[in-house]
């Protein structure tokens, strides 16, 4: 089992910045793909970002695509994802989620294995 603690999320200002860390317990952590997926209130789960086990590989929803940056520290066993320019529109509870081990990048999240609890980002207008 693999635990996964998100952590970063709060209230900003549109056109402001926030930066979300996923802490992964487990000692395979740079096996896995990480996805970031975000729930705003009365949508559907959404896949945002991911990246590869190595960092060298990401792909983005084309809604945050300029604006979002996801990266990783497999020495830290953490996950990033750098938000600039939020809009209202990116409000929601944002999940990381790790893939099975050496699975590629899926933008499915019935795709991911384990899932963090969820943090908060509000922007307002």
């Known amino acids: 089992h693999v635990r996964l603690i998100e952590s970063g999320g709060g209230l900003v200002q549109a056109g402001g910045s926030l930066r979300l860390s996923c802490a992964v317990a487990?000692?395979?952590?740079?096996?896995?793909?990480m996805g970031w997926f975000r729930q705003g209130p009365g949508k559907e789960r959404e896949f945002v970002g991911g990246?590869?086990?190595?960092?060298?590989?990401?792909d983005y929803a084309d809604s945050v695509n300029g604006r979002f940056t996801i990266s990783r520290d497999n020495a830290k066993n953490t996950v990033y994802l750098q938000m600039n320019s939020l809009k209202p529109e990116d409000t929601a509870v944002y999940y990381c989620?790790?893939?099975?081990?050496?699975?590629?990048?899926?933008?499915?999240?019935?795709?991911?294995?384990?899932w963090g609890q969820g943090t908060q980002v509000t922007v307002s207008s």
């Open positions: 989620a790790a893939s099975q081990p050496w699975a590629s990048i899926l933008r499915t999240g019935t795709e991911y294995e384990n």
């Open positions: 487990g000692r395979t952590f740079s096996t896995y793909a």
């Open positions: 990246i590869n086990q190595s960092g060298g590989g990401t």
